[in-house]
């Protein structure tokens, strides 16, 4: 579920986008594929350039399950495995994904401690 087709929607809805993760996990004969970072963007919505875009990561997954292609690289987008605190600091947090991921600095605006941009947790 692309972020931009909730946002018209409760902000506590927003969980929603955590169920995809779920049935990834609980049939097995299903696989996750994210819309993000499609080239160009849409909001609910792709253009058709967009669509034609996606076609292409998705058939790598579609080979793999239909026709039993071998895929050696990643083709399914990260899946958060488990998030903890780095130390009883808790000034750092680890991420631990299914597969390997590339940091960038410049992501960290992107995660939302509490539920809110540039809070961080509360002390226990």
Avoid at 21 to 49: A, Q
Avoid at 73 to 84: D, F, K, Q, W
């Amino acid at each position: 579920m692309r972020p931009g087709a909730i946002t018209s929607v409760v902000k506590s809805l927003a969980k929603l986008c955590a169920i995809p993760i779920e049935l990834d996990r609980l049939f097995s004969n299903m696989s996750v594929m994210s819309t993000l970072g499609i080239k160009p963007p849409g909001g609910c919505h792709l253009p058709l350039v967009g669509w034609a875009e996606f076609a292409c990561v998705i058939q790598p997954l579609i080979e793999r399950h239909n026709y039993g292609r071998k895929v050696t690289e990643s083709i399914t987008p990260p899946n958060l495995r488990s998030a903890r605190f780095a130390s009883a600091a808790r000034d750092a947090i680890v991420l631990e994904f299914d597969q390997p991921v590339v940091w960038s600095d410049a992501l960290a605006g992107q995660f939302y401690l509490d539920g809110e941009r540039g809070k961080s947790p509360r002390e226990d």
